[in-house]
Each structure stands twice: as C-alpha cells, then as structure tokens.
C-alpha cells in the first residue's frame, strides 16, 4: 500500500483512466490514505475530489510570485510537522504563486493560504484540505512545478510536510 497518491500537474487532462477510476483513488482516501491532487485545467471541473467544488471554465491565478500570502490556518498539519512554516517560506518563489485555483468549494473542504495579484481579490483555493473518511484529500494549485526544479527552499519544506501528511502525529 502507498502513504500518498500525488498526482501531477493537468493529470485529468492528460490521463483519461483518470477520470474513469477516480472512484478507487476516493475509495483509496476513504480507507486512510493521503491524495495530493496538483493543479489541473478546466476537465478536472466535474467533482472528482470528495466533495463539490468549482473551478469554472476561467479558473483563478496568482501570477505575482512576491505577492503577500496569508496562512489562513496555523495549526493545520500541513503547516507543522516536519518543517515549521511561516509566511517566510513563501519568500524568493519564481515565476508565479499558483495556477487553476478553486473559485467555490463545499465547506469541508479547508482553504489554508490566501494571495492575490494586485487589483484582484483575494484568492483562497489554491490549497485545499479536507478529510474523507478515514484519509485526507488535498487540491494543491500552488506552483510547485516551477519552485522545486528552482531550489527555492520554502517551497521544499512545504512539499516535504504534504508528502508527510501519512506520518504526521497531529493529523487531522
């Protein structure tokens, strides 16, 4: 059995068994397993994570990769364990914050960070965390992609306590 199921970017664009099978990775949640389901293009908008959501045929970006973030929740594993985030971890990011953020979301999902372009709103649904039954679902819109072949290290950290989420002692 595996502790996590990352997906990559665009993966229900590009892998149509995807979309075909997306009951067996909510099964494999359900049960206690982690998913990490990066960014994805305007197909993934058809509710395949475990509760409804909507992206829209225009989904939200922030493009400026200096502009403030907030975390919104503190204590959320994700922030904690290995690494100890802080808004410092989102300091010398390249290119951009994230792309094909959520616009709405069911309630159990969680919005953990918050950014914006200047002139734009401010934008929660690049990172979402909810549970499933047993497991943890996370919709990451955040540019990993461009931050990890970078070396920025904030980035790193925040990746490494994702992929950690299955060992986390405070997981919720």
Same mark, same amino acid.
Request: cysteine-free; hydrophobic content about 35%.
């Given at each position: 059995?595996?502790? %996590?199921?990352?997906? /990559?970017?665009?993966?229900?664009?590009?892998?149509?068994?995807? !979309?075909?099978?997306?009951?067996?990775?909510?099964?494999?949640?359900?049960?206690?397993?982690?998913?990490?389901?990066?960014?994805?293009?305007?197909?993934?908008? $058809?509710?395949?994570?475990?509760? =409804?959501?909507?992206?829209?045929?225009?989904?939200?970006? %922030?493009?400026?990769?200096?502009? @403030? %973030?907030?975390?919104?929740? =503190?204590?959320?594993?994700?922030?904690?364990? =290995?690494? @100890?985030?802080?808004?410092?971890?989102?300091?010398?990011?390249?290119?951009?914050?994230?792309?094909?953020?959520?616009?709405?979301?069911?309630?159990?999902? $969680?919005?953990?960070?918050? !950014? $914006?372009?200047?002139?734009?709103?401010?934008? @929660?649904?690049?990172?979402?965390?909810?549970?499933? /039954?047993? /497991?943890?679902? %996370?919709?990451?819109?955040?540019?990993?992609?461009?931050?990890?072949?970078?070396?920025?290290?904030?980035?790193?950290?925040?990746?490494?306590?994702?992929?950690?989420?299955?060992?986390?002692?405070?997981?919720?």
């Amino acid at each position: 059995a595996y502790d %996590v199921i990352l997906l /990559g970017v665009r993966a229900y664009a590009a892998r149509q068994d995807l !979309a075909t099978y997306n009951s067996r990775l909510l099964d494999y949640v359900k049960n206690g397993g982690v998913a990490i389901v990066q960014y994805n293009t305007p197909e993934f908008d $058809h509710n395949f994570g475990p509760y =409804p959501y909507s992206m829209t045929s225009n989904p939200e970006e %922030v493009t400026d990769e200096a502009s @403030k %973030v907030q975390i919104l929740d =503190p204590s959320n594993p994700i922030f904690n364990w =290995p690494n @100890k985030i802080s808004e410092a971890d989102f300091s010398g990011w390249v290119e951009e914050r994230g792309s094909k953020w959520m616009k709405s979301w069911d309630p159990r999902y $969680h919005a953990l960070l918050e !950014a $914006h372009d200047q002139d734009q709103e401010p934008q @929660k649904g690049g990172l979402l965390y909810a549970q499933y /039954g047993k /497991g943890i679902y %996370v919709y990451n819109a955040w540019s990993f992609y461009r931050q990890l072949p970078e070396g920025v290290a904030g980035a790193y950290r925040l990746f490494a306590n994702m992929l950690s989420l299955p060992k986390n002692p405070s997981r919720r």
